[in-house]
């Protein structure tokens, strides 16, 4: 490892930078546009040395062209680095990169979420040894800042939960399918066509960005190693029109959602899965390709961040509000303050977790069904909260008289509700799937 | 000054606390209670060595009374103190102390914007030669992180603008009046009778604390020394209900907001009056007690931050999270980053202000009124977006036909808007006062 020395004056700190997509070009941008109010806010200018790429022969929108290499390995390791952004994305390269730059005594800012959320306790021992920084304020929810609100502004607090959207597209699909009744395929195509969904959507909509996301702000505020293979994680793909209508009558709106929230001193639960939220709850109104993040702490209450999740400009400014504080650390001879892992809770089984739940299933209209129903879910520890019982809609099932139940619960155990619907699905009046939809926020 | 050495281990570090109002009880307590998860995360362990009061024969709500002074000079004078906590508020002593408090070392925790808005400068530089921190995130906005926000998430990106709501007091009285459709009197009343409004609502009805945090904002917006004289400062005090019966009537609320806005290369506009905020924009949903403060940068977009903007616990909160953050830079040797005033922009005359206007006034009810109003209107270049006649609603008019206007103005500049203004009193058709309010967030 590289020793630096504090030095004084206007030798310019050395900015190495991997990729050149959308965020890394809006990067380079704002080094370059912006140099001298960075060299004030950091007390030393910037040089950016280099822009590594894959494939040298893209045109490379008015960014000075040698700069460019497509030579990470040697980039990172070049003398005299003080800072290495990383936009590849993916484990790998990017992983050995940035264990490479640490290795040669640069800090790191990154937005690679599922980087940090599989190898994030590595990368951290590794930047704590060397004493350098690793800042990834754009990892989570794009241009909102919420590491440092959690790192720092509620570091003297208790967390209790974090709840966010935190993945635009999903939010985008699932907004489409609420506000114009779309079904879920022409909501995914319409996201696709704006760019808001990938080619292949499959990170977005089975939930596994989010999932990184929710270890991430999990780590965070429960100071406790959370990795993403951690997080119980359900996507969007089998939401329909009918769940999100049948939402709308009881007052929710149906959201991606990552938790992390403790459920005693011992263990934390962190999920992301699809929820009703009641209307009135901050989260519903959050639309689109924004992101939220609502936290509850002890002393602090309630608190929501809300902003742009994703896009190149606010990742881009997310980035380099990092790059700004990590050279400032340097230039004064520093590093930022470490991850504070002491906690060791306990993640959860998903049958630990107690929400509440909203049960939907067809059943035969006769005298005594409901309460055939009720006995069942009384006798696995399950209290309903309300009933709408309304005349099937489906044509199919007019051939017998049958009716549609939704169920509201108060809180209860996941695990005895997932032994209540499996003796539900084999009672004869039941006509039909049980679904279920976990209740958040109310 | 005294000169620290970094010391490893169990060597407490020493916390001195000035106030023990309903904010310093809480910070005592949390200090006391959580000293184990404190510990951990700064890297070693606080000891709360006194607590200055006034009085010391009022009863202690369970805080050791061993802690107790009445001799804050001889507290904050004495040796080896880390971190003085001052939550006395006002100038002096508070002032003075904290100044002592640097000089012999300590780093300081502050809540106190009203101090910060009118001697940053002093209390900053002396900190930054003394190398030691001053923080304050309890000083804007209660529990809601906002001064790390600025100072470092959003430190790579160029703020246009911050707006909130940043009085809980003046919100919860605004909130009254527009949903109970009470008066301005009756609403103070029962804000004082909550607790929300002091006995001497002054600082508060009058925008003088909003003013403080709105110069604090500016300050860490624009990286330039804005002070609390300087911000121009309108309360609530002359809002009545007809005002917000009027702003219901063109889908807008009326709210106290605070606003730093960038008008061009050299000039920033600083400022805190009643403003119509249209009902579709996040701060009109902003009720009660809370605080929101909404920020637009160049590259994030908008973002916003809420939460409880004061109380005990919240602002307790903020307290010790600038606690932990100031005790671990102390543990690891270093401060934190300095203020970054370099921009010295002008704070503009508010007559240089461009933003909307709601006019409101009565004028006889004959053909060709109109036309001279928007005449004189248009002669100061002011351009009209909406007007709305209708049969004027007070009884004492009835003696001469008339009408109530009311007009919604594009974006103008307000020299202009007084000119006319001036020049609308003097017309023989206009029969009463002519109202205005601003219109923000459009």
Do not use: W
Request: net charge negative.
């Amino acid at each position: 490892m590289m020793m630096r020395v504090r030095q004084e004056g206007d030798d310019p700190l050395k900015v190495a930078l991997l990729g050149s997509g959308i965020v890394g070009t809006q990067v380079a941008k704002l080094i370059l546009d912006h140099g001298d109010d960075f060299a004030a806010r950091i007390g030393r200018p910037l040089e950016l040395v280099g822009i590594a790429v894959r494939d040298l022969t893209r045109p490379r929108d008015g960014l000075p062209t040698e700069l460019f290499t497509d030579d990470a390995e040697a980039l990172v390791a070049r003398p005299g680095t003080d800072v290495v952004i990383e936009l590849i994305g993916g484990i790998e390269p990017a992983k050995q990169l940035i264990l490479s730059a640490i290795d040669h005594g640069a800090s790191v800012v990154t937005a690679n979420k599922a980087l940090l959320a599989a190898h994030g306790d590595e990368i951290f021992d590794a930047a704590e040894r060397a004493g350098v920084d690793v800042y990834y304020e754009a990892a989570v929810a794009g241009a909102i800042p919420i590491v440092r609100p959690l790192r720092e502004s509620l570091v003297g607090d208790s967390i209790r939960m974090v709840m966010g959207i935190v993945n635009g597209t999903t939010n985008y699909i699932l907004d489409k399918m609420t506000t114009e009744q779309t079904d879920y395929e022409t909501a995914l195509v319409q996201a696709q066509d704006l760019g808001y969904a990938e080619a292949d959507p499959t990170a977005d909509v089975e939930g596994f960005d989010a999932a990184a996301k929710a270890a991430l702000l999990a780590s965070l505020a429960f100071h406790t190693r959370v990795n993403g293979d951690q997080v119980h994680t359900e996507g969007i793909t089998r939401i329909v029109q009918d769940d999100i209508r049948a939402a709308r009558e009881v007052g929710c709106v149906v959201k991606l959602v990552a938790i992390a929230n403790q459920l005693d001193d011992s263990q934390i639960s962190v999920r992301v899965h699809p929820a009703l939220i009641p209307l009135g709850h901050p989260l519903a109104a959050v639309s689109g390709a924004y992101n939220a993040i609502f936290v509850e702490a002890d002393a602090a209450g309630r608190l929501m961040f809300l902003g742009p999740g994703a896009g190149g400009a606010p990742t881009a400014s997310a980035v380099t509000g990092d790059l700004v504080t990590v050279a400032r650390n340097r230039a004064r001879g520093v590093a930022g303050p470490n991850q504070t892992i002491y906690n060791n809770l306990t993640v959860a089984d998903m049958g630990a977790v107690q929400t509440r739940y909203f049960l939907r299933l067809r059943v035969v209209d006769e005298p005594g069904v409901l309460a055939a129903i009720a006995t069942i879910l009384a006798r696995h520890g399950i209290s309903v909260q309300t009933v709408l019982q309304t005349p099937a809609s489906d044509t199919a099932s007019r051939t017998a008289a049958s009716a549609e139940l939704s169920l509201m619960t108060h809180m209860a155990i996941e695990s005895n509700l997932l032994a209540c619907l499996s003796e539900l699905k084999a009672n004869p009046s039941v006509r039909s799937e049980v679904r279920f939809l976990r209740v958040e926020g109310m």
